[in-house]
T-cell receptor, first 114, second 114 residues
Framework: AQSVTQPDIHITVSEGASLELRCNYSYGATPYLFWYVQSPGQGLQLLLKYFSGDTLVQGIKGFEAEFKRSQSSFNLRKPSVHWSDAAEYFCAVGGKPSGSRLTFGEGTQLTVNP | GAVVSQHPSWVICKSGTSVKIECRSLDFQATTMFWYRQFPKQSLMLMATSNEGSKATYEQGVEKDKFLINHASLTLSTLTVTSAHPEDSSFYIC??????????FGQGTRLTVV
């Protein structure tokens, strides 16, 4: 069975500080990994995805994530956080690039202090 | 990215009535659509998967007679909450995926049953 763990329920950082959100997955085959962001009362927006190739992937809004197969991790990073980054972040794993169900982590709530 | 439109954004209904939520893919053909339910401060729980022209596949514990899903075209899926009760109040989110596209999410629907 596939699963995703986001160990940090809530993270607070100061504006301008660096950010790393952790994600660990369990999947029996080749994982397709995603990070989504959700603002209050809104749907999910795709930040980035990893299917294959370069293990460091770049996304929108200055985010990047690194796939580490040996650690079953796909951590999200940003060098300098902006106040507008405050939101809920979800890591997800699927069985193929498209058309497959996604399993989501519990989410990490990001608070940004001025 | 592709656009998925979900309507309505919020709805209040009386207990015992039915509510229909629409999910439309505006610029691609959605061969598969997913319906999720999200409780406050929690992750997304997959309710059902629907493929165009086929009956939906429901997750364990989801009442198919209560949550009716129709995916009659490649651009539209609907979720009808029948005989709604206060415990059905929640945030419902759809996502759509095509043959070569990852999942894109609607804006979500806040359902309140009074």
């Amino acid at each position: 069975a596939q699963s995703v763990t986001q160990p940090d329920i809530h993270i607070t950082v100061s504006e301008g500080a660096s950010l790393e959100l952790r994600c660990n997955y369990s999947y029996g085959a080749t994982p397709y990994l995603f990070w989504y962001v959700q603002s209050p009362g809104q749907g999910l927006q795709l930040l980035l995805k990893y299917f294959s190739g370069d293990t460091l992937v770049q996304g929108i809004k200055g985010f990047e994530a690194e796939f580490k197969r040996s650690q079953s991790s796909f951590n999200l990073r940003k060098p300098s956080v902006h106040w507008s980054d405050a939101a809920e972040y979800f890591c997800a794993v699927g069985g193929k690039p498209s058309g497959s169900r996604l399993t989501f982590g519990e989410g990490t709530q990001l608070t940004v202090n001025p | 990215g592709a656009v998925v439109s979900q309507h309505p954004s919020w709805v209040i209904c009386k207990s015992g009535t039915s509510v229909k939520i629409e999910c439309r893919s505006l610029d691609f053909q959605a061969t598969t659509m997913f319906w999720y339910r999200q409780f406050p401060k929690q992750s997304l729980m997959l309710m059902a998967t629907s493929n165009e022209g086929s009956k939906a596949t429901y997750e364990q514990g989801v009442e198919k007679d209560k949550f009716l899903i129709n995916h009659a075209s490649l651009t539209l899926s609907t979720l009808t909450v029948t005989s709604a009760h206060p415990e059905d109040s929640s945030f419902y989110i759809c996502s759509a995926t095509g043959a070569n596209t990852e999942a894109f999410f609607g804006q979500g629907t806040r359902l309140t049953v009074v």
